[in-house]
């Protein structure tokens, strides 16, 4: 089998005439026999690289995935052209899997997804051991390494699985995001031999990265949603309760807004989820326990609403958009406070089950530094795409044009006076405090914390009152950019650096770009901040009538079959209907993505629409028949699928242990708490959300070294503030106090560290 084959097989389902960069080399590389492991980022055709294979070779191929919900969309989309594939999970009912065996033993089936749990199963080992197995594609394969983003001990047993089969066929390994260390592991778990490697590049030039710090982050969610109402995106908050206000705060203003989130029962998830898949909603409010294997290709913006733990995670998230190559968003609303409620998470989950105590310290220490990260991208003044593409290791443009730092009209300023004042207050508080800290003596505030470190007496308390915290922050962030600050440890400790040293002395001017909306003095009037984080939203270049009489007819086929829109046509695709406006059978074959077999099916209703619209004519041109559905009206069990299990939910908040409750209530709790053994006036009690024990905690209780009820003092208080400017991390000053972690970031909080 070569690659003549696998042209044709390109063209006949998919749709294609040419492979996009990467895919034609793991493609000849897993036709020849070669294991493979490929890096591709999200949209980049990583399933192609196994799916045309899959159909070139003689035999089956397996494919390892970890979601429930990525096995359907991927069978759903293989069975749209034409391809006979099936999925076996905990979601099929018993008569189901029976079925599917019989059909694979007959032969039916070209490519099978299997949970990587099913490979234990005995059925399924008898299954194998009868069937010529030319491919094993293990998807998401970051998930058989500890330090990837998401570590399932599962992914384990492929080794074994394959070891069992008769003959040993093709490795492939695929990932969209996995650093050297993680492709080390994958490469050593899987026992990959003399794989073809394939890494491309993380940039996606589709993809618009934008930032806002807003005041009301409601009012800024409103304005982007306004402009993009019909088009379909997704909002990512960090709690549920946080999803359930703003889902409903969206429906208030009159938008097709659903939700998801882990606390939903499994009928709820399943069908706000198809909601979502069928365009019924157009806006998804969920937590990080939504998208991943959602293969939705017309999401055409994603919304943060607050910041994720770390840029894996965001990136992988953000990365849901535009997956058909067309123009999508991806905005931040940042706000510090999410650093701080991002780090008391950390601080509190119990990590991976059966890790050493080194290896939990090295957890921890890793997540607050990624943490450390996503908040200098959102507070960066440079070019975001290319600290994106910095952090995993490629080369980061200057100057992308395509983010809301580049695109934004910056003012430039002489800062040279606002930056002395900055560093020496830095050095005047002993370099022993973070940002916020530095800020709220430099604005002259008087609360606990600056009164009790008597920061208020310093010389330069209230020396910037006039100046606005926002303007402080930029400038402070500015620099830490420019390596005139740094910062220490967990806490992110300022401190001066030897580049500082001649702006001290008055020997070097300043020099600052800010957005032009950033205010500078309290006292002026603020300038009129631009929605869409500084850019305008764009229009569409294709013939938008035609365009929306193709959309009417691909919602019509979609109904009719029962499918999710976009299986029909990517948005993609129909922008290059519209651009190419074909008038036959050759001309419409010839736009990339329209193969025999969606032609056979579509081709002529396409045909019809694209000479209707340029004779001019405007009648409708997908007539429903009755037994056809709007959005309000869906017949019982049209588009029910096999229930949904809990395995398909990652746990809330996909990279820690959030507690069950709401965040916010949580926290409320805490602080309440935290303020009465401060005043004493009740006795010290544990509160089951916030004070469940981690395995460190019971460690330490183990050892005798549990100081939880003894009091803190002046001395051990002091002893945290040298501590903490030396750069210790959270984890070694709890070591180092016998105290639970929690309860010593709880202290740091009291005394201005945190």
Request: proline fraction near 4%; charge should be neutral.
């Amino acid at each position: 089998m070569g690659m003549t084959e696998a042209y044709g097989v390109l063209q006949k389902y998919f749709g294609y005439s040419s492979f996009r960069d990467g895919q034609e080399e793991v493609v000849s590389a897993i036709l020849t026999g070669r294991d493979v492991l490929c890096v591709m980022p999200t949209g980049a055709g990583k399933s192609l690289c196994y799916q045309v294979p899959a159909l070139t070779l003689p035999g089956i191929t397996l494919v390892i995935s970890p979601l429930i919900s990525l096995m359907k969309d991927q069978v759903r989309s293989l069975k749209s052209v034409g391809v006979d594939a099936a999925y076996i999970n905990s979601s099929l009912t018993y008569n189901q899997y029976l079925r599917v065996l019989n059909n694979t033993a007959a032969g039916m089936y070209k490519i099978i997804y299997v949970a990587p749990e099913r490979l234990e199963s005995a059925d399924f080992l008898n299954l194998c051991a009868g069937l010529h197995i030319s491919l094993v594609a293990v998807d998401e394969a970051h998930c058989v390494s500890q330090w990837g983003q998401d570590f399932r001990p599962s992914y384990l047993g492929i080794l074994h699985f394959v070891a069992s089969l008769r003959a040993r066929p093709v490795l492939a390994a695929f990932t969209a995001t996995a650093a050297e260390h993680v492709r080390n592991d994958i490469r050593s778990l899987l026992q990959l031999q003399t794989p073809y490697e394939c890494v491309k590049g993380f940039d996606r030039p589709n993809l618009y990265f934008g930032v806002q710090q807003p005041e009301n982050k409601k009012q800024a969610l409103l304005a982007l949603l306004d402009q993009r109402r019909e088009q379909s995106g997704i909002v990512y908050c960090m709690a549920r309760k946080t999803v359930e206000e703003i889902c409903q705060f969206l429906q208030a203003n009159g938008f097709q807004a659903s939700r998801y989130h882990a606390g939903l029962s499994d009928d709820e998830r399943r069908m706000n989820q198809d909601d979502f898949l069928y365009d019924r909603v157009t806006v998804m409010v969920a937590t990080s326990a939504f998208g991943m294997g959602i293969d939705k290709s017309n999401v055409s913006y994603v919304i943060h609403y607050n910041m994720p733990p770390d840029l894996e995670s965001y990136y992988q998230e953000a990365g849901r958009a535009g997956r058909d190559g067309s123009s999508a968003d991806c905005i931040l609303l940042f706000s510090p406070g999410d650093f701080y409620t991002n780090r008391s998470l950390i601080t509190r989950q119990e990590g991976v089950p059966d890790l050493s105590e080194e290896q939990r310290e090295f957890l921890l220490e890793r997540s607050m530094r990624r943490l450390s990260d996503m908040f200098d991208y959102g507070s960066a003044t440079d070019c975001l795409r290319g600290r994106i593409l910095r952090y995993f290791g490629e080369d980061g443009m200057d100057a992308c044009g395509n983010c809301s730092n580049c695109l934004a009209e910056m003012l430039e300023i002489d800062a040279t006076v606002d930056v002395q004042k900055i560093l020496s207050c830095v050095v005047r508080s002993g370099e022993k405090y973070s940002t916020g800290t530095i800020c709220a003596v430099l604005q002259g505030s008087k609360n606990e914390k600056i009164r009790e470190a008597k920061l208020d007496s310093l010389s330069v308390w209230g020396i910037m009152k006039d100046n606005t915290p926002a303007y402080i922050k930029r400038v402070t962030e500015f620099l830490i950019a420019d390596g005139f600050l740094e910062c220490i440890g967990d806490f992110r400790i300022l401190k001066t650096t030897p580049k500082s040293r001649d702006i001290l002395r008055g020997n070097k001017q300043v020099m600052i770009k800010l957005p032009g909306d950033v205010q500078i003095i309290k006292s002026a009037k603020p300038k009129k901040k631009k929605t869409a984080a500084g850019k305008p939203v764009r229009e569409k270049t294709v013939n938008s009538s035609l365009y929306e009489k193709l959309r009417e007819l691909r919602t019509g086929l979609a109904a009719e079959e029962e499918v999710p829109p976009f299986y029909i046509a990517s948005n993609a695709l129909l922008e290059k209907i519209c651009s190419s406006l074909p008038g036959s059978r050759e001309e419409l074959l010839a736009v990339q993505g329209i193969g025999e077999v969606k032609y056979a099916r579509y081709g002529k209703q396409i045909l019809d629409v694209v000479s209707a619209w340029r004779n001019g004519m405007h009648t409708d041109v997908y007539e429903y028949s009755e037994s056809r559905t709007t959005a309000n009206e869906v017949p019982a069990g049209m588009y029910e699928l096999p229930p949904v299990s809990d395995a398909d939910a990652p746990p809330e908040d996909l990279y820690y242990n959030a507690p069950p409750e709401d965040l916010e209530q949580t926290v409320s709790a805490a602080e309440t708490v935290l303020k009465q053994n401060i005043k004493k006036s009740a006795p010290k009690k544990k509160d089951p959300v916030m004070r469940a024990e981690s395995s460190y905690d019971k460690g330490l209780r183990t050892l005798g070294y549990d100081r939880t009820d003894a009091p803190w003092d002046a001395e051990e208080d002091e002893k945290l503030r040298k501590e903490v400017a030396e750069g210790f991390t959270l984890i070694q000053i709890a070591k180092i106090h016998g105290r639970p972690v929690f309860e010593t970031f709880s202290r740091m909080k009291k005394l201005g560290l945190a």
